[in-house]
C-alpha cells in the first residue's frame, strides 16, 4: 500500500517551537508506524516563505529576507533532526521546483476563466494572511478569535479565483464523504461556513515584490495561501513525475484546527478546477495552549526555548508527553512540571522499570540466559490475546489520527506486563526447584514483553527501540509491526543485559541543586595553572579588533565517527547555522554541550577535518588535562559579539 502524509509548511518567520512540534511529531508517528507495517510512504514538510509577514519580520530585523528566511529554515531543519522527524522530503516555496508548478497552475485556471482580472476592496490581516470583507470584522479588527489584530485596507487592482462556482460540488462532496474532514465537528463547521455562501477569493497582490510572480502579469505576485497549498502536489512534481502518479491523492494531511478552513475549502477548490482527486482525508487537531492559557505562540511570548527541553529531557519523552497530551480534536496544555510528571511516572515508571526488574530477574534466577519456555497457563494466554488487540487497536487510533488514544492503548499493555510480574511472582518460584519449568515460562514471556515493547513504541518513541535492542542480544526485533502479537520469537539461549533503566528518573531538585551548585563552584575556584606556558609577543588593539569572536549557541552535537577527539557542532549565531568541527570529545558529552553558549572564533578561515568543513573555532581553557569550554553566564543572545 502506498501512504502520503504531509504537515503544514510552516511561516519561517520565527523559530519552531513545541507547539508547532506536535503536528510533525504526529505525522512522523503515522509514518513510521505505515513503514513499519510494510506500506511505502512519503511523508512530507517543509515551510511557506512567500508570506508578506517574513518580510516584515525580516525588515524589523534589519535583514535580507533570503538570508533571513535561510536561517531559520535551518533551524527547523535541526529542530526536526533533534526531535528523530523521519520526512522523506522537505519543501520550501521558494524552491524553483514550487514556483513553476504554481505558475503553471494560476496560468491553467486563468486560462480556463477560473481566475478573473478584477479590483479588491477590503482589509487584509498579515498575522493571518487572510482577506476579509468589512461585515466580518470586529470592532475593525481581524475576525479570528486567535488574532483580533489590525488589520490593512487595501484597493489594488487583482485577480480572483472564482471558489463560487464550485461551492455546490464541494458541499455534496463533503456531505458524500464523511472521513473526508475529521474529527466530525471541524466537519460541520465547514459545512456552515460553505452553506453561509462562498465569495470569490483575491489571489494576488501588487502592493509589494516577495513571493511568485504571475508570470502573464508579473506586477502581481500570488496570494500566499493560493502558493503554499500548492506545495502538497509541486513537491511530487505535479503534473507528470512518477512520485506524483504514485503518491497522490495524499493519505492524509494533518494539519492545526486553525488551517482547517483553508484545506477544506480552498484547496480541494483548486484540486477540482484543476481535474485532480481531493486527498482522503484532513485532519484539524487541537492546540497547545499554555499553562495561563492561550495557544502557544512566538506572537504571545510563551514559548520556551524547544532545544533546550529536547537536551533536558531526551526527544523521545516530549514526543511522548505531546502525542499524549492533544486528546482526540481537543486542545491540550505544555508545562515542563507536567512533562516532568509523565516522564517520571508512564516512561521512568511503568515501561522502564518493568524491563529493568525483569531483566534483571533472568540475570539473577538464569545467569542472563534466556529459558526455553514451558507450557502456558491462562496468565500466559491472557498476555498473549491482550497483545492482538492491543496491536490492532493501536493501528486502528492511528488511522483515525488519534495518537494519544493509540498511546493509551499501547500503555494498556504495560499495565497488563507489569501486572502479570505480580501475578506471577517470579521470586516465589524461585524459591521451590519444583516450578523450574514454570520459572523459565514466566521469564521468557518477560522477554517477549519487553520486545513487544520495543515495537509497540517505535512509531512514537523511535529511541526506545536503540536503547532495548543491546540489552536483547543486539538483534533488530524491532522494525517489522507484524511481530507485535506474535510470540516464541526470541530465541532461547539469547545472553541478556540488565544494562542501565531506559528512561531514568528526573529528579526535579537535584538537578536545580547541580545547577546552583556548579555556579558557586566555578565562582570560588582560585587557582593557578600547573605550568604557565610563556606569554606570546604583543599585539595592538587594532590586531586583536581583526578576530570575530561571537557568542553561540549549540543546537546539535555528536562525535565524529572513528576520531576520538571530535566533536561535530551544529550551532547557532543569530540567524544563521554553522558546522563546528572541535577537539573536545575527551573532556565533553554531546549531551552536555546541546543547548549551551559557547565563544565562537567567527571569522577563522574554514578548514576541513576528517571530510568535515569546520565553519570556526570553539574557545576553551585547558590545564594539566582539564579543558573547559568558555561560555557566557548571563543569557547574552546567540549572535553577540564578544570584544
Ligand atoms: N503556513 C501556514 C500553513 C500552510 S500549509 C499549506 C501556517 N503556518 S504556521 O507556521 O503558522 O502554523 C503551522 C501549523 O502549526 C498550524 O497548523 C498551526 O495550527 C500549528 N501550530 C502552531 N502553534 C500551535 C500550537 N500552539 N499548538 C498546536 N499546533 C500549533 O499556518
Known amino acids: 500500500m502506498k501512504y502520503y502524509i504531509t504537515t503544514p509548511i510552516y511561516y519561517p518567520n520565527s523559530s519552531p517551537h513545541i507547539g508547532t512540534a506536535y503536528t510533525t511529531i504526529a505525522a512522523d508517528a503515522m509514518a513510521r508506524l505505515r513503514r513499519m507495517k510494510g506500506d511505502e510512504v512519503y511523508f512530507l514538510t517543509g515551510t511557506d516563505e512567500n508570506a508578506q509577514k517574513i518580510v516584515r519580520t525580516a525588515e524589523n530585523a534589519g535583514m535580507d529576507p533570503h538570508a533571513y528566511v535561510d536561517g531559520i529554515v535551518d533551524k527547523f531543519k535541526a529542530f526536526w533532526r533533534a526531535l528523530n522527524i523521519s520526512n522523506d522530503d522537505f519543501i520550501r516555496t521558494t524552491e524553483e521546483r514550487h514556483a513553476k508548478v504554481v505558475q503553471m497552475i494560476f496560468t491553467r485556471l486563468y486560462e480556463q476563466g477560473d481566475i478573473y482580472k478584477s479590483e479588491y476592496q477590503g482589509w487584509y490581516c498579515t498575522p493571518c494572511e487572510t482577506f476579509w470583507t468589512e461585515n466580518k470584522l470586529v470592532d475593525g479588527k481581524c475576525p479570528n478569535p486567535d ?62 515584490k516577495w513571493g511568485i510572480k504571475v508570470p502573464f ?28 502518479k504514485k503518491f497522490w491523492p495524499a493519505s492524509v494531511h494533518l494539519v492545526g484546527k486553525d488551517i482547517v478552513r483553508f484545506h477544506t475549502i480552498i484547496w480541494p477548490i483548486i484540486l477540482m478546477a484543476l481535474d485532480v482527486p481531493l486527498p482522503e482525508k484532513v485532519f484539524g487537531h487541537g492546540w497547545f495552549l499554555g499553562k495561563e492559557g492561550g495557544k502557544i505562540s512566538k506572537s504571545k511570548g510563551n514559548v520556551q526555548d524547544s532545544f533546550e527541553l529536547i537536551n533536558r529531557y531526551g526527544a523521545d519523552a516530549i514526543r511522548y508527553f505531546l502525542l499524549k497530551e492533544l486528546q482526540y480534536g481537543m486542545d491540550g496544555t505544555f508545562s515542563e512540571d507536567d512533562l516532568v510528571e509523565r516522564l517520571n511516572s508512564d516512561l521512568a515508571n511503568d515501561l522502564g522499570n518493568f524491563v529493568s526488574r525483569t531483566l534483571a530477574m533472568v540475570v539473577k534466577y538464569r545467569d542472563g540466559i534466556v529459558p526455553e519456555p514451558g507450557e502456558d497457563s491462562d496468565l500466559e494466554r491472557e498476555i498473549k490475546q491482550l497483545s492482538r488487540d492491543v496491536k490492532k487497536g493501536t493501528e486502528d487510533k492511528m488511522l483515525a489520527c488519534d495518537t494519544a488514544g493509540a498511546l493509551e492503548c499501547v500503555w494498556q499493555f504495560v499495565s497488563k506486563c507489569n501486572k502479570y510480574v505480580d501475578e506471577t511472582a517470579p521470586w516465589n518460584l524461585a524459591k521451590d526447584p519444583m516450578n523450574e519449568k514454570r520459572l523459565n515460562t514466566v521469564l521468557y514471556a518477560f522477554v517477549e514483553c519487553i520486545r513487544i515493547l520495543g515495537i509497540l513504541c517505535a512509531p512514537f518513541m523511535p529511541g526506545v527501540p536503540d536503547k532495548i535492542k543491546p540489552l536483547l542480544g543486539n538483534t533488530d526485533y524491532f522494525s517489522d509491526w507484524e511481530q507485535a502479537d506474535k510470540w516464541h520469537i526470541l530465541k ?35 587557582q593557578t595553572a600547573d605550568v604557565m606556558v610563556p606569554l606570546k609577543e604583543e599585539i595592538s588593539i587594532e590586531e586583536f579588533a581583526k578576530l570575530d569572536l561571537r557568542v553561540v549557541k549549540v543546537l546539535q552535537a555528536e562525535k565524529v565517527e572513528k ?39 567567527a571569522n577563522l578561515k574554514p578548514a576541513k577535518l576528517r571530510g568535515i568543513v569546520s565553519q570556526g573555532m570553539i574557545l576553551a581553557a585547558s590545564d594539566n588535562g582539564v579543558l573547559e569550554v568558555l561560555s557566557v553566564l548571563k543569557d547574552i543572545p546567540s549572535g553577540a559579539q564578544v570584544k
Not at 458541499?171 to 460541520?188: G, V, W
Not at 531506559?502 to 555556579?519: C, M, S
Not at 563546528?580 to 549531551?591: D, F
Open 147 to 208: 488574532c483580533g489584530r489590525e488589520v490593512e485596507l487595501l484597493k489594488e487592482e487583482s485577480y480572483f479565483f472564482r471558489m463560487s462556482k464550485y461551492a455546490d460540488r464541494l458541499l455534496n462532496y463533503i456531505k458524500d464523504h464523511p472521513e473526508f474532514i475529521q474529527p466530525a465537528s471541524r466537519r460541520n463547521e465547514m459545512i456552515k461556513f460553505i452553506e453561509g455562501g462562498l465569495e470569490d477569493l483575491c489571489v494576488s497582490r501588487t502592493t509589494f
Open 217 to 244: 502579469d508579473p506586477k502581481h505576485v500570488v496570494y500566499v495561501w493560493l502558493d503554499a497549498l500548492i506545495n502538497y502536489i509541486s513537491a511530487l512534481g505535479y503534473p507528470d513525475n512518477d512520485k506524483y
Open 492 to 526: 532461547p539461549g539469547t545472553m541478556i543485559q540488565k544494562g542501565e533503566p531506559i528512561f531514568p528518573r528526573i529528579d526535579v531538585k537535584a538537578y536545580l541543586d547541580e545547577l546552583n551548585a556548579q555556579a558557586e563552584r566555578s565562582e570560588n575556584i582560585v
Open 563 to 601: 576520531a576520538d577527539k571530535l566533536l561535530k557542532l551544529e550551532v547557532e549565531m543569530g540567524s544563521e547555522i554553522r558546522t563546528i568541527v572541535s577537539g573536545i570529545a575527551l573532556h565533553y558529552s554531546p549531551e552536555e554541550l546541546i543547548g549551551k553558549k559557547v565563544i565562537l572564533v
